[in-house]
């Protein structure tokens, strides 16, 4: 999916780079400008806990290092169950991982479960 949202974005750019130089259209330009401009502050935030995930995301995480069923995350964080499926699909996107567990394993080794909550992984 973010292959395709990739080239869809880079097929769009160049369209409009394609208008703002072959027309000499200054509105356009303008407007080329701010989209770059707005992109590049999405693709660059940075959360206020400095990891790629957002706080609420890394709480999911957790609960998916616990072994909780989507059921149960929901209850403990009292989000519904299509919530969670959310953030767990946002999480594998921003971390480039393909399951859970390997989100889960990569953020115990980062260490942003606290190991006073950590479990064995033989």
């Known amino acids: 999916m973010a292959r395709f949202a990739g080239s869809m974005l880079?097929?769009?750019?160049?369209?409009?780079?394609?208008?703002?130089?072959?027309?000499?259209?200054?509105?356009?330009?303008?407007?080329?400008?701010?989209?770059?401009?707005?992109?590049?502050?999405?693709?660059?935030?940075?959360?206020?806990?400095?990891?790629?995930?957002?706080?609420?995301?890394?709480?999911?995480?957790e609960q998916v290092w616990y072994e909780k069923t989507d059921e149960e995350i929901a209850a403990t964080l009292v989000i519904s169950v299509a919530t969670v499926k959310l953030h767990i699909h946002n999480i594998l996107t921003k971390l480039e991982r393909q399951s859970r567990y390997q989100a889960a394993i990569m953020a115990y080794k980062q260490g942003w479960i606290p190991l006073h909550k950590s479990k064995d992984i033989s």
């Open 10 to 61: 880079r097929k769009i750019l160049t369209y409009w780079v394609f208008q703002c130089i072959w027309k000499h259209n200054w509105v356009l330009q303008t407007q080329l400008g701010l989209m770059l401009i707005g992109l590049s502050l999405r693709l660059l935030r940075i959360n206020t806990n400095g990891l790629p995930i957002s706080d609420r995301e890394l709480e999911v995480l």
